[in-house]
């Protein structure tokens, strides 16, 4: 039986972790010091959900402004969504909701699924963000929101997973 395929975009301000995210997801693995990512890398995974076989196409944007159209443009078709903000940046914080106006406006389908991840959550002792705020921003975008650490192996697993449900409604 063929996998049923999905495509998933993380996007986010430059250095909040979304490559590490998927380093840790795709590989086990976590760089101290990972270089930017330059126009977009793409991974995959397979995943099995009950008797589901769900292929994983997933699209790691740049951060870094001049890429923007890019990242824009990557986001287009995707079914999910993953919203990236560095919990020790406030400044990341609002330019993730940045990141979803752009997106919302022009790229996105009404049944896009997104999703927030809260990330470096290793370095709670410097949270810049509120989660109250984080929490009512997902609640009104009807995402669901996750605390991660690329670096702790924290919350990845568990958050993409429950992506992968809401998206085969199970
Ligand atoms: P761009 O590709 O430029 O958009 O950046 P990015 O969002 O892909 O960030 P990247 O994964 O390259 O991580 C940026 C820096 O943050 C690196 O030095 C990582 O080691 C660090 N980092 C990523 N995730 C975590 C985490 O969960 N905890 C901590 N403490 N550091 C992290
Ligand atoms: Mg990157």
């Known amino acids: 039986m063929e996998p049923d395929q ?19 997801y795709i590989s086990n693995t976590f760089q101290e010091f990972g270089t930017p990512t330059l126009g977009c890398a793409y991974h995959t995974r397979q995943l099995n959900i009950n008797d589901k076989i769900l292929k994983l196409n997933i699209w790691d944007t740049a951060g870094q402004e001049r890429y923007q159209s890019l990242s824009k443009s990557y986001s287009r078709d995707s079914k999910i969504i993953i919203l990236v903000y560095d919990i020790t940046s406030y400044e990341s914080f609002k330019s993730m909701k940045r990141w979803y106006e752009i997106l919302q406006r022009d790229t ?3 049944t896009t699924i997104f999703g927030v991840f809260g990330n470096k959550a290793d370095l709670i002792h410097n949270e810049e963000v509120p989660i109250t705020e984080v929490q009512k921003f997902a609640n009104s975008i009807n995402a669901s929101f996750r605390k991660t650490s690329a670096k702790e192996n924290a919350g990845i697993e568990e958050g993409l997973l429950e992506l992968c449900k809401r998206y085969l409604k199970i």
């Open 6 to 24: 999905v495509k998933m975009v993380l996007v986010g301000e430059a250095k909040v972790g979304k490559s590490s995210i998927l380093a840790r």
């Open 108 to 110: 996105v389908s009404p």
